[in-house]
């Protein structure tokens, strides 16, 4: 016995607060931002729309035509003291810091911030609990939008990539990574198995 869901990971469009380090800071999409998210969607019918909480992602999220619920996991990546702020003028201020971050950010937080290693963990821990969800009841099509760390970290997660790498992955506003995920229950047992792959072969 099996069944298949669709998993699509949207990253919000492009916002109003240019170059800064743009974590909790809580700003809004751009006409331009608003553009991309529609163009992204286009042709996708899910069936179950989760959300950052953050009005870069829900405000959209509210728009479409599906159920929408909210998830705090699906948060950006937490940048502390950093939040908010212009990313040269931190880099100016607090270089080594910085340095510290981006050579090891699995490891290594911004002050009073998050490490991609917890970001990851959430993040996932949400994901699987609504793939879950989808699968229980019959879904098709899942959608998740959310944040470029958060995104960059579940596709780390799925293709067990190391921290640096993450960065590898070029996510642009409104970008979007479509997930295929298989599960199998045998048969007259109480196993399950659930494989999560990257569908590089999506067709809307």
């Not at 699906?74 to 940048?79: A, C, H, K, N």
């Not at 799925?158 to 960065?167: A, D, E, Y």
């Not at 992955?169 to 997930?179: D, I, K, S």
Request: charged share 20%; glycine share 8%.
């Amino acid at each position: 016995m099996s069944k298949s869901l669709r998993v699509t990971l949207l990253r919000h469009g492009h916002t109003t607060s240019g170059p800064v380090y743009r974590g909790r800071v809580d700003v809004p999409l751009s006409d331009k931002g608003w553009q991309q998210m529609h163009a992204a969607v286009d042709g996708l019918q899910p069936d179950l729309i989760v959300t950052s909480p953050l009005q870069r992602c829900a405000n959209f999220a509210e728009q479409l035509n599906a159920t929408v619920k909210h998830d705090e996991r699906l948060l950006e990546m937490d940048f502390g003291a950093w939040d908010g702020r212009n990313r040269d003028e931190v880099w100016q201020e607090q270089e080594e810091a910085v340095k510290a971050f981006w050579s090891a950010p699995m490891t290594v937080s911004p002050p009073g911030g998050e490490n991609l290693t917890q970001v990851t963990k959430r993040a996932a821990a949400a994901m699987q609990e609504h793939i879950a969800h989808a699968l229980e009841n019959d879904l098709q099509h899942l959608m998740l939008i959310s944040h470029g760390g958060v995104i960059r970290c579940l596709l780390g997660h799925v293709l067990k990539m190391s921290g640096k790498g993450l960065f590898h992955l070029y996510l642009p506003y409104a970008g979007v990574a479509h997930l295929k995920v298989a599960h199998y229950k045998v048969a007259q047992t109480d196993e399950h198995d659930i494989h999560i792959s990257l569908d590089l072969g999506y067709e809307k």
